[in-house]
T-cell receptor, first 115, second 115 residues
Framework: AQSVAQPEDQVNVAEGNPLTVKCTYSVSGNPYLFWYVQYPNRGLQFLLK??????LVKGSYGFEAEFNKSQTSFHLKKPSALVSDSALYFCAVRDGGNAGNMLTFGGGTRLMVKP | DAGITQSPRHKVTETGTPVTLRCHQT?????MYWYRQDPGHGLRLIHY???????DKGEVSDGYSVSRSKTEDFLLTLESATSSQTSVYFCAISAGLAGSYNEQFFGPGTRLTVL
């Protein structure tokens, strides 16, 4: 079985400050990890993924995520937040041995960036 | 939204009536998925398809059926809608063979209200 936890329902950060959105996962095999963003009344947009290789993954809009195998975490980060980053963020995991490319999503974290 | 359309975008129906939601893609991707999004639950997989006429159940499949007669179309049917099926429904697509790590791309969503 595979699962994802996003421990914070909401993260508040001031514009220009660094931001972190937390994600921890559980899989039996090798994890494939993804971050998505959802703006109001829109579908989810892909931000970045970790499959293998470098633990620091860079993605769209200046976001990056750090894979930590020992802590089973995949936190999303950005050095300097923008008001336009305010949205709902989802972490997702797939067990590498899982046929069908099925993802399990976390419950989502709302990011609020204040001017 | 990556060549994915969903119809209708909004629907209000009454308990006990059948409802069919349509997902159409122009990407010729093999995998198609139906999710529902509810507050506090993130996205939960209802059914998915790995080819024409090849479908399988997801996490929350009770009360739903699907069909895929063409690569580009994936239909979700609520045989007899209930108020618990009020939700936002998202279709997603993904390329690649089983065991691949391709990200999923999401449609714009259908907001369904069952009165």
């Amino acid at each position: 079985a595979q699962s994802v936890a996003q421990p914070e329902d909401q993260v508040n950060v001031a514009e220009g400050n660094p931001l972190t959105v937390k994600c921890t996962y559980s899989v039996s095999g090798n994890p494939y990890l993804f971050w998505y963003v959802q703006y109001p009344n829109r579908g989810l947009q892909f931000l970045l993924k970790y499959i293998t290789g470098d633990n620091l993954v860079k993605g769209s809009y200046g976001f990056e995520a750090e894979f930590n195998k020992s802590q089973t975490s995949f936190h999303l980060k950005k050095p300097s937040a923008l008001v336009s980053d305010s949205a709902l963020y989802f972490c997702a995991v797939r067990d590498g041995g899982n046929a069908g490319n099925m993802l399990t999503f976390g419950g989502g974290t709302r990011l609020m960036v204040k001017p | 939204d990556a060549g994915i359309t969903q119809s209708p975008r909004h629907k209000v129906t009454e308990t006990g009536t059948p409802v069919t939601l349509r997902c159409h893609q122009t990407e010729n991707h093999r995998y198609m998925y139906w999710y529902r999004q509810d507050p506090g639950h993130g996205l939960r997989l209802i059914h998915y398809s790995y080819g024409v006429k090849d479908t399988d159940k997801g996490e929350v499949s009770d009360g739903y059926s699907v069909s895929r007669s063409k690569t580009e179309d994936f239909l979700l049917t609520l045989e007899s809608a209930t108020s618990s099926q009020t939700s936002v429904y998202f279709c997603a697509i993904s390329a690649g063979l089983a065991g691949s790590y391709n990200e999923q791309f999401f449609g714009p969503g259908t907001r369904l209200t069952v009165l």
